[in-house]
């Protein structure tokens, strides 16, 4: 199962690379040892760097928008992440790899969390097709059901997902408060139940819960332009259109 789960994570890796390079995207690499830390969402791991303090890179979140900037339609990169997290759970690594993409928008932003979505979907069908005997294998050790999506991406407001919260019993869930790991379980659980689908976008968070380049929602300034990518009850992803 161990030379499954490599192989499985190579032809990740190759799709997520072939589909954004025939997309007309650049691939980059970013530095991993900053003279700041790159994001203050995050604890960062500090470092010795000659006779100077050194950071290693919790994002290329900042490298990425410059490109943006710098007139790339698009950029991504897969590389390490570091991230000081304490937290005993398999969703709080120390290090791992990050699949990051940026890119530009014509009309609205809603165009990215289209893009991503049939990135991902292009993935799946990918590994369900060409790595079958390799999903045989890890079942037979590690079991699991098989991932349930759809073609087109299922965007909710993060509103109408605190509201099926509330309505399921889940009332201690703040309707202005980022969702809590029991939270966003019950949330894909819910989902799951009512649209048959493991995978769907949260959008429009409140924007005190964002990041502070977040764009707000010019119908309602309480809310962001910004959302997450959940698969089974679990953040997979996170992004949003910068203000400008």
């Known amino acids: 199962a161990n030379i499954a789960i490599f192989k499985l994570q190579s032809g990740l890796c190759a799709a997520f690379r072939d589909s954004l390079l025939s997309e007309g995207f650049v691939e980059i690499h970013?530095?991993?040892?900053?003279?700041?830390?790159?994001?203050?969402?995050?604890?960062?791991?500090?470092?010795?760097?000659?006779?100077?303090?050194?950071?290693l890179a919790q994002s290329p979140q900042l490298y990425k928008q410059m490109c943006i900037v710098g007139d790339f339609r698009g950029v991504f990169e897969i590389g390490p992440v570091f991230r000081a997290e304490k937290s005993d759970t398999h969703r709080h690594l120390t290090e791992f790899v990050g699949l990051d993409i940026e890119m530009e928008f014509k009309q609205h932003y809603h165009e990215v969390l289209h893009f991503i979505s049939n990135t991902l979907v292009n993935i799946w069908k990918i590994l369900e097709t060409d790595f079958q005997e390799e999903l045989a294998v890890i079942a037979e050790q590690y079991p699991f059901e098989p991932l349930v999506f759809r073609d087109e991406p299922l965007i909710l407001n993060f509103a109408d997902g605190i509201k099926m919260l509330h309505e399921a019993g889940y009332t201690e869930q703040g309707a202005m408060d980022d969702l809590s790991s029991e939270a966003e379980k019950a949330l894909g659980a819910l989902v799951k139940e009512k649209y048959e689908t493991d995978f769907y976008i949260l959008d429009k968070y409140p924007i005190d819960e964002r990041a502070f380049y977040t764009m707000p929602d010019p119908e309602n300034p309480e809310y962001g332009n910004a959302y997450d990518i959940f698969l089974r009850g679990e953040e997979i992803s996170s992004g949003a259109q910068r203000i400008h």
């Open 30 to 55: 970013t530095p991993k040892m900053l003279g700041v830390p790159s994001e203050g969402g995050s604890e960062v791991f500090e470092v010795k760097y000659f006779d100077r303090k050194a950071y």
